[in-house]
């Protein structure tokens, strides 16, 4: 199994304790996903997905945490170059739902990648896709504005 | 845990004090020749994504499958070497309401892209929610299908914006 699961991050081109899980996943050869310690994190599952926070929440253009982060991720360790099936997506959706209504959310984007991973910039090889919620700030007319995100492809 | 956000999209208040239905967002335009587009579009107060408003979009179709079309983008991003768009022809602008066949065409088009113009790996994002929080352009729910450029073997990011 353990040979199986060699090569399971992609890219490491971030820095802190994220940097860190990646070369350890890396060296062990044991995908961040599939470990007991991050199955441990889910809020809720469907049959062959499931939902987690994402430890290392994407930064906004202010430098702080979105939102929310949120990572849908597949139960199963395969193949994760090629685009989600509908059955993938219909169960991702309910995950979706779920967490929208958990947690107040009314908006957001979705992104996965695709394809090879030194193209896409995928840093686990693992089936995942991520749900970003960026944050509200007060804007000057009294209202509420956004706080970007750049999500980097490649 | 996540954090609970303080505010939500639905209580957003424009300056004037008014909910106000958006379709298309100038604000979220990058470049100004997109913005003055969208300017445009937004004095008709039509939706520039439904069929009977394609007009404003001044590429070609490059393939249908059933009610999505995939298209590029007017206003590709930086170091793109393809930005497509993957539209719906029925307005709908919630996430919730894609069904089991949308996905089902819409990952017909992603495979029909990746292998007619060879990409070997990209992004798909999909924004929704109130245009002027996510930084989407027009609130008619598309897929975004982004391919960054290779140059001499490393790949020149593609930064996708969202809020």
Redesign the interface.
């Given at each position: 199994m353990a040979d199986e699961k060699r090569d399971v991050v992609a890219n490491v081109h971030y820095g802190g304790d994220y940097r860190h899980e990646l070369e350890r996943a890396r060296e062990t050869g044991e995908c961040i996903f599939c470990a007991e310690r991050f199955r441990a994190l889910e809020l809720f599952r469907e049959r062959d997905w499931f939902l987690v926070?994402n430890q290392y929440p994407a930064k906004?253009r202010e430098d702080q945490p979105a939102?929310?982060?949120?990572l849908f991720v597949s139960r199963e360790h395969r193949d994760d170059?090629?685009?989600?099936?509908?059955?993938d997506?219909?169960q991702i959706?309910v995950l979706?739902?779920w967490a929208d209504s958990k947690?107040?959310?009314?908006?957001?984007?979705?992104?996965?990648?695709?394809?090879?991973?030194?193209?896409?910039?995928r840093t686990v090889r693992h089936p995942h896709v991520h749900y970003?919620?960026?944050?509200?700030v007060p804007d000057r007319?009294?209202?509420?504005?956004?706080?970007?995100?750049?999500?980097?492809?490649? | 845990?996540?954090?609970?956000?303080?505010?939500?999209?639905?209580r957003?208040?424009?300056?004037s004090g008014r909910n106000k239905k958006v379709v298309v967002n100038p604000a979220g335009a990058k470049g100004n020749r997109y913005r003055k587009v969208l300017e445009d579009i937004q004095r008709t107060g039509v939706c520039p994504f439904c069929p009977e408003n394609f007009k404003w979009h001044t590429h070609p179709i490059l393939k249908r499958n059933g009610h999505w079309l995939i298209t590029r983008n007017f206003n590709p991003y930086k170091?793109a070497e393809h930005h497509f768009l993957i539209v719906n022809d029925e307005h709908m602008e919630e996430?919730?309401e894609?069904g089991?066949?949308d996905?089902?065409e819409i990952?017909a088009l992603?495979?029909w892209a990746?292998a007619k113009f060879k990409?070997?790996?990209?992004?798909?994002?999909?924004?929704?929610?109130?245009p002027t929080?996510?930084?989407a352009t027009v609130s008619h729910l598309h897929a975004h299908l982004?391919?960054?450029t290779?140059k001499r073997g490393r790949?020149?990011?593609?930064?996708?914006?969202?809020?």
């Amino acid at each position: 199994m353990a040979d199986e699961k060699r090569d399971v991050v992609a890219n490491v081109h971030y820095g802190g304790d994220y940097r860190h899980e990646l070369e350890r996943a890396r060296e062990t050869g044991e995908c961040i996903f599939c470990a007991e310690r991050f199955r441990a994190l889910e809020l809720f599952r469907e049959r062959d997905w499931f939902l987690v926070p994402n430890q290392y929440p994407a930064k906004d253009r202010e430098d702080q945490p979105a939102a929310f982060h949120l990572l849908f991720v597949s139960r199963e360790h395969r193949d994760d170059t090629a685009p989600l099936a509908a059955r993938d997506w219909a169960q991702i959706e309910v995950l979706r739902s779920w967490a929208d209504s958990k947690f107040g959310i009314t908006g957001g984007c979705l992104f996965l990648r695709v394809g090879k991973a030194e193209v896409c910039g995928r840093t686990v090889r693992h089936p995942h896709v991520h749900y970003y919620v960026p944050r509200m700030v007060p804007d000057r007319s009294g209202g509420l504005r956004p706080v970007p995100i750049d999500i980097a492809v490649g | 845990m996540p954090r609970t956000p303080t505010h939500s999209f639905s209580r957003y208040m424009s300056a004037s004090g008014r909910n106000k239905k958006v379709v298309v967002n100038p604000a979220g335009a990058k470049g100004n020749r997109y913005r003055k587009v969208l300017e445009d579009i937004q004095r008709t107060g039509v939706c520039p994504f439904c069929p009977e408003n394609f007009k404003w979009h001044t590429h070609p179709i490059l393939k249908r499958n059933g009610h999505w079309l995939i298209t590029r983008n007017f206003n590709p991003y930086k170091n793109a070497e393809h930005h497509f768009l993957i539209v719906n022809d029925e307005h709908m602008e919630e996430f919730r309401e894609l069904g089991e066949r949308d996905w089902r065409e819409i990952t017909a088009l992603i495979r029909w892209a990746i292998a007619k113009f060879k990409i070997k790996g990209g992004g798909i994002a999909m924004r929704f929610g109130d245009p002027t929080h996510t930084g989407a352009t027009v609130s008619h729910l598309h897929a975004h299908l982004i391919v960054p450029t290779v140059k001499r073997g490393r790949t020149l990011p593609v930064w996708f914006p969202f809020g």
